[in-house]
């Protein structure tokens, strides 16, 4: 019985990804518009076999013209991006989708194994937990924007958490994935130091190795497109869009808010960082001593959302695992409100609601810098859940 019930599980959790590429091949037939970011993703993989320029026009030449939009990603993260340029565009979409859920459940299976609650089913709870964080804002805009997060996160969880543990040939792969990660989008170099704090020293030589031989590749290939990346796209962040608005959920972009776009916001934000990340490296420390891994992860890789000049409300997927973390140590009426809490939060779609609140406004106003201190608080709910979170970590552990 208990066989036959994992086998059904398991039938459920493969239908979640099928029924999104069934949805992308459909929408390839009917012209749906689904997956403005993917369809940016698949144009800067065939920009790599036409030759065109990544980063010197606003657009690319096979971005559908509902998706034109400038290329942000390194140009690693094109050569990478190459197999969706096997499909069209909505297809693509379709099968990043689904690989998106299966790396949303091999993050679920990967946490619960890190924290081993004894009252749960690995096999069920991973099954059902998947369905319902895909009622999570982060989750949903990730797939239906066809954006990595999920996939970027399962790659740095399945390096910090699985090939840290385990011995022989397999370790010695330690730090790879993270440097692939890196490649595509640079803010996973943030768990490079996580690897040196937790004592995998040689993991995080290989993970700069691997992203800089990535880099190294990608130099050879398309010099033109590497000099542009490093010195022109990498140092404006509004290439992804105004940074003040309330989906950046950033110290940055809650700094740009509460200054009206001060020009000095950035170097404030990075200052805070630097104070924040002392805090940051003895939780870390702490938590990997106690034999915790995934909550020190979780320290980084929230460090890491709120350092970084832009993270969009979709970058919040590592609420998934915190969530986890949490609902394994039940029963325990304080986490329960605190789950309850965070939840709300994340499935809520506050940012959304915040930022077209008052359809009163004329067009061109920007809600962002006319907030009410209320407002303000809803308006970075995001950013406020791992402050929080750590400052209560502080305050408990004070003195120990």
């Known amino acids: 019985m208990r066989r036959l019930f994992a086998t059904r599980s398991a039938l459920l959790l493969l239908a979640v990804p099928a029924g999104f590429v069934v949805a992308g091949v459909v ?43 400038p290329f942000t990603y390194p140009p690693t993260g094109a050569l990478l991006f190459v197999p969706l340029a096997l499909f069209p565009t909505q297809v693509s979409w379709g099968i990043l989708a689904a690989i998106s859920v299966l790396a949303l459940a091999l993050v679920i299976r990967v946490a619960i194994e890190a924290t081993r609650p004894s009252w749960l ?92 031989l ?3 590749l990608i130099f050879a290939l398309r010099p033109h497109d590497f000099a542009r990346f490093w010195t022109v796209a990498v140092t404006d962040p509004e290439r992804t869009g105004p940074t003040f608005w309330a989906g950046n959920q950033s110290l940055n972009g809650l700094v740009l808010r509460l200054s009206d776009l001060a020009p000095w916001a950035l170097a404030v934000a990075i200052g805070i960082g630097a104070v924040l990340a002392v805090p940051a490296v003895l939780l870390v420390r702490r938590f990997h001593k106690a034999g915790q891994p995934l909550a020190a992860l979780l320290v980084t890789a929230f460090f890491g959302v709120l350092l970084s000049p832009v993270s969009w409300s979709h970058h919040y997927v590592w609420a998934v695992p915190l969530l986890v973390l ?33 359809p009163s406004r004329p067009p061109g106003v920007k809600p962002e810098l006319e907030w009410t201190p209320p407002e303000v608080v809803l308006g970075s709910a995001y950013l406020l859940v791992p402050l929080v979170l750590g400052a209560v970590l502080l305050l408990r552990n004070r003195g120990r």
């Open 27 to 69: 929408g390839w037939l009917i012209d749906w518009r689904l997956g403005v970011d993917s369809a940016v993703y698949r144009s800067g993989a065939v920009a790599l076999f036409t030759g065109e320029p990544l980063y010197d026009k606003d657009f690319l030449t096979a971005e559908p013209p509902w998706a034109r939009l």
């Open 121 to 212: 089913r690995p096999a069920t709870a991973t099954v059902v937990l998947t369905v319902l964080a895909l009622g999570l804002e982060p989750v949903w805009r990730t797939l239906f924007l066809g954006q990595i997060n999920l996939i970027l996160m399962a790659l740095v969880v399945t390096d910090v958490l699985v090939l840290g543990a385990v011995h022989g040939r397999a370790r010695h792969l330690g730090g790879v994935l993270v440097g692939v990660a890196a490649a595509v989008k640079l803010t996973p170099l943030i768990f490079v130091p996580h690897l040196w704090l937790t004592g995998r020293r040689m993991d995080a030589v290989r993970a700069l190795a691997t992203f800089a």
């Open 214 to 216: 990535l880099q190294a």
């Open 326 to 358: 949490l609902i394994s140590k039940l029963p325990d009426t304080r986490l329960r409100l605190g789950i309850g809490a965070i939840v709300l939060v994340f499935a809520s779609c506050v940012l959304l609601i915040m930022r077209t609140s008052d």
